[in-house]
């Protein structure tokens, strides 16, 4: 039965088109027989010239068919034919002077040896550079100074210069590449304290920036550390301890109390609360029995349970999560393109200014060449747009994060700053602002019918359907233990009911707008519903269908109560206080009961008797006026509506796996305040994004002018880059610490 919704069975087709695949390592790509797919783990990509890099020197090799480097993953995703295998694929990153390692495999390519020996060379550098300045300013052994600011080069360069040359053979000019340019012209003019000051700065930058990233990184590690390694599993009469892989689907495993639960299953014996906080963000335990669903990474309480495993251990709902939060790193924000645009031509362009500083005003108009070449090599410096290009990623990877830790679950970059714009939502009534479990609260049985043959012939109908409502009703019938069999030839009738016979008659049950449709309606029928919708109850309607031998009538009524989320006006207040404008409920239940249920939660406007087209209207219509709507369902119901939404937000995705893939948010949690919790965060997001995005501009802009006016020296340009950096890095990451709603 269907009053105002559609069988979920009709619909789940409509469904986003987000599909989930599990994380793997290599494996075969069902759209292209003989396509593989290897993801490595890079250690020492820490800024877009290390990204170019790799681009550089997967896509010429034959037989790579896609490049997806995912710089705060330190990861790189490869498409290709099996003529290409990993081992090839490490190779190729060898030469860019970046390590790899398979994803997954035991070996790491981070080498804290190399890391150790990097820290210990940026030190040297600073010590040798600070002699250096000391010795010159107090005329001390000028050879000495000279001597320090060389060492401090050598200290600092080391690791530079190798990455310098390997870009000028792959003909690209990276950041290495200016900097590099940038102190050979500096002692080429006997500025040595200038040269060692820049080597010092700029390892010490590259030093702090790749610091700075791992803190970003172990962000998201810290989601992978949820759930542990080995589970006990059950085998005869005694529990094993083995690795998860190990446990297949139907095991049973015990968790002891204070235990993290390994996999996803349902509980079979004993009881217990459970911290759910990991993957739903909920801040009290929540008590567990037999039946009742459990999920891996959440905490078990005082109790001991054993569990029946529903998804292998790379199918659970945290692994799902943890692999669309990397995934969604990959997905560019509007923003992030545009700084991408802009940085490909800004340095190129930079340089080529530099370039005729160096030689127009000397030929031209007969300048100083030293001052000419001394104010060339600092536009070289400008040219880096290292802060730019890393103010993005950061701010977005740290956002995702965030909000993944409170059990809000984003699906990309581009759709964490459209949460930020959103200005009005449209929301569903059923699971939304209801609870979703309604159950019959009164039979009104007409024409002589009793309550139980009403009861009959709605649950004979209804034991088709999944719909709410149809669950409603059969689980009342069978309360009452009223005995029904199962109606032939049922019919769904979208929005409106359904139909079937019964004992060789024609019956329906619908909503009220049917009972117009099929011109069943009376005065006294309209009176009771009335008085019905206005107590804010749903009704369903049972009768005969209308034929050739019969005009058809009404045979009852059943009213249907779904309780409003105790939080629900709660949540729609804060929704406010974020910024919403416009709170609308589309519902396919009637216009009194939805007008009701939406005077109550605080909503702004109520439409009701609502087909699922007539829904994306609705939406459509509120982006004519809003342009930034959300849509708030279940994510299978109401699916076409929150397609044509900017975004579609799915609440309670912790126990469908279908609401994490459809939906461009999917709340774990049935929380709908986590909904403005989110807009806040996106809100927040956008803010940093642009702010640091300015500071970066206004920075470099600033220092063009000061390096033409030749107020800016070599070591204040660097200073100033490597400053910039550290600090949209550092407001970045204050999104980590974001406070909740």
Request: glycine share 10%; charged share 20%; aromatic share 4%.
């Amino acid at each position: 039965m269907i009053t105002g919704h559609t069988d979920k069975h009709e619909e789940s087709c409509c469904a986003h088109d987000h599909s989930v695949e599990a994380p793997k390592k290599i494996a075969l790509n069902p759209e292209a027989e003989g396509t593989f797919e290897t993801t490595l783990r890079i250690a020492g990509m820490d800024c877009a010239d290390e990204v170019e890099a790799l681009e550089q020197v997967f896509r010429p090799l034959k037989g790579v068919r896609e490049v997806r480097v995912n710089l705060m993953g330190g990861k790189v995703t490869l498409v290709h034919d099996q003529s290409v295998t990993p081992d090839q694929l490490i190779g190729a990153v060898a030469t860019t002077g970046m390590k790899a390692a398979r994803d997954g495999a035991d070996t790491h390519p981070d080498l804290e040896g190399a890391k150790r020996m990097r820290q210990f060379s940026v030190g040297i550098s600073g010590v040798l550079t600070g002699l250096g300045l000391l010795a010159q300013w107090f005329k001390i052994l000028p050879l000495g100074a000279d001597i320090a600011f060389a060492g401090a080069i050598i200290a600092g360069g080391w690791f530079v210069v190798p990455k310098a040359w390997r870009a000028l053979r792959r003909f690209a000019l990276d950041m290495n590449v200016l900097m590099t340019i940038a102190v050979v012209g500096a002692l080429a003019i006997h500025q040595w304290s200038e040269g060692a000051a820049v080597t010092f700065l700029f390892a010490l930058s590259e030093l702090l920036e790749a610091f700075s990233l791992a803190r970003a990184r172990k962000s998201l590690q810290s989601l992978m550390q949820l759930t542990p390694e080995t589970a006990l599993l059950k085998t005869g009469s005694d529990f094993q301890e083995v690795p998860v892989e190990q446990v297949a689907i139907g095991g049973i495993i015990a968790v002891k109390s204070g235990s993290r639960i390994p996999l996803d299953g349902v509980v079979t014996s004993g009881e217990s609360s459970v911290n759910q906080a990991p993957i739903t963000g909920e801040s009290m335990p929540v008590e567990k029995k037999p039946g009742d669903a459990v999920f891996a990474g959440t905490i078990n309480g005082e109790g001991s349970l054993e569990i029946r495993t529903t998804k292998g251990h790379a199918d659970t709902t945290i692994a799902k999560i943890i692999h669309l939060v990397e995934e969604a790193q990959s997905q560019k924000a509007p923003s992030q393109r545009f700084v991408d645009s802009f940085a490909r031509y800004y340095t190129p362009s930079v340089m080529v200014a530099a370039l005729l500083v160096m030689l127009a005003p000397p030929l031209l108009f007969g300048g100083d060449w030293l001052a000419w070449f001394y104010r060339g090599l600092v536009l070289l410096v400008i040219a880096c747009p290292c802060a730019l290009v890393i103010s993005t990623p950061v701010s977005v990877v740290s956002g995702l994060t965030a909000m993944a830790r409170r059990g809000v679950l984003i699906k990309g970059g581009a759709v964490l700053e459209a949460v930020g714009k959103l200005r009005a939502l449209a929301v569903d009534k059923t699971g939304t602002i209801t609870e979703g479990k309604p159950r019959v609260t009164k039979v009104i049985a007409l024409n002589s019918k009793t309550e139980a043959e009403i009861l009959r012939i709605a649950a004979a109908i209804d034991t088709h359907s999944e719909h709410p409502l149809a669950r409603a009703v059969v689980a009342y019938a069978n309360e009452k233990k009223v005995e029904f069999p199962r109606g032939e030839n049922y019919v769904a009738k979208s929005g409106r009911g359904a139909e079937a016979m019964i004992d060789g008659h024609a019956y329906f049950v619908g909503n009220h707008r049917s009972t117009h449709e099929l011109a069943v309606c009376s005065p006294e029928i309209e009176r009771q519903l009335a008085e019905l919708e206005t107590e804010a109850q749903s009704v369903v309607i049972v009768g005969h269908k209308p034929h050739a031998d019969c005009k058809g009538e009404v045979l009852g009524i059943l009213a249907v109560g779904d309780a409003i989320r105790e939080n629900a006006a709660q949540a729609i207040a804060l929704l406010h206080r974020a910024g919403i404008q416009k709170i609308v409920m589309l519902s396919g239940d009637n216009q009194r009961t939805a007008s009701a249920i939406a005077k109550k939660a605080g909503i702004d406007e109520a439409h009701g008797d609502l087909l699922p087209d007539q829904k994306i209207e609705w939406v459509r219509t509120m982006l004519g006026e809003f342009r930034h709507v959300g849509m708030i369902g279940d994510g299978v119901n109401d699916a076409p509506a929150m397609a044509v939404a900017t975004v579609g937000i799915a609440m309670g995705g912790a126990g469908t796996d279908t609401a994490i893939e459809t939906a461009d948010l999917a709340l774990m949690q049935d929380d709908l305040s986590k909904v403005a919790e989110a807009i806040q965060l996106g809100r927040r997001t956008v803010g940093i994004i642009k702010f640091n995005i300015g500071f970066a501009l206004a920075l470099k802009a600033l220092f063009l002018l000061l390096a033409l006016a030749g107020h800016a020296s070599l070591w204040m340009a660097i200073a100033a880059d490597t400053g910039a950096t550290l600090l949209v890095i550092a407001n970045a990451l204050r999104l980590l610490g974001t406070r909740r709603a």
